[in-house]
């Protein structure tokens, strides 16, 4: 059983950055994919990038490449995600999740889903 918590959301201008943090508890999420996911007002939860076990794979939404980084610390159970450049079509809650099983695109394949956090950017 784990429970992330996802943090570090806020306001800011476009072409500013931010970092979020997902922080589990309850067991090692160590050996486990990690994906961040998003969900804009009136749209569907869409998936944004995912992190390997060790951190050797990452895959990263075509709009987001380039602008965004996806890393994790084992060590402190924390995945991260460095959003540069914003732009206000970023702006969305944003949700980490672990990977179970299934399509490695769909949200329905993960699990452990936490409260999210508010990012929004204004132009």
């Known amino acids: 059983q784990v429970q992330l918590v996802e943090s570090g959301g806020g306001l800011v201008q476009a072409g500013g950055s931010l970092r979020l943090s997902c922080a589990a508890s309850g067991r090692s999420i160590s050996s486990d994919y990690m994906g961040w996911f998003r969900q804009a007002p009136g749209k569907e939860r869409e998936w944004v990038a995912r992190?390997?076990?060790?951190?050797?794979?990452?895959y990263y939404q075509d709009s987001v490449k380039g602008r965004f980084t996806i890393s994790r610390d084992n060590a402190k159970n924390t995945v991260y995600l460095q959003m540069n450049s914003l732009k206000p079509e970023d702006t969305a809650v944003y949700y980490c999740a672990r990977y179970v099983r299934g399509n490695l695109y769909a949200a329905t394949s993960y699990d452990s889903w936490g409260q999210g956090t508010q990012v929004t950017v204004s132009s």
């Open positions: 992190i390997s076990s060790t951190s050797r794979y990452t």
